[in-house]
């Protein structure tokens, strides 16, 4: 039988993951705002942190060290999504939306690529 899960440590982050895997299904949205696009990437790095914590090899991955510094993590990155959009919804006032709007037509042209071996690695990890 085919099981899904979502793990988070909040409600919140649990309701985003599953909105996010809802709209992979679907093909992604064809434009995300920037405010969506800060959010996925906060989500992506928390992500990250788990991933980078529960590899490391167990009495270090329970220790308090590893769970302050993934703390702090969260709340770093939690931080600097809060600037961010404070950021732009500032430059949004100051100029009436028109730099952000630059900005969402040159990402069009953009492409992200992942070195194979770090894919390959991501994979492994996640695997168990």
Known sequence: ??????EGETH?????????????????????????TIDQVSELTKD???VIASS?????????IMKGLTSMGYKATDLSKQAVQAGLDTVEEVTGGSVLKRVSDARKTIRYEMNTAVANQILKALRG
């Open 12 to 36: 919140g982050e649990i309701v985003m993951k599953v909105k996010r895997w809802l709209v992979s299904l679907e093909g992604g949205p064809e434009h995300l705002t920037a405010s969506e």
């Open 1 to 6: 039988m085919a099981t899904l899960s979502f």
């Open 48 to 50: 990250a942190l788990r």
């Open 56 to 64: 490391a090899p167990g009495p270090i991955a329970h220790s308090e």
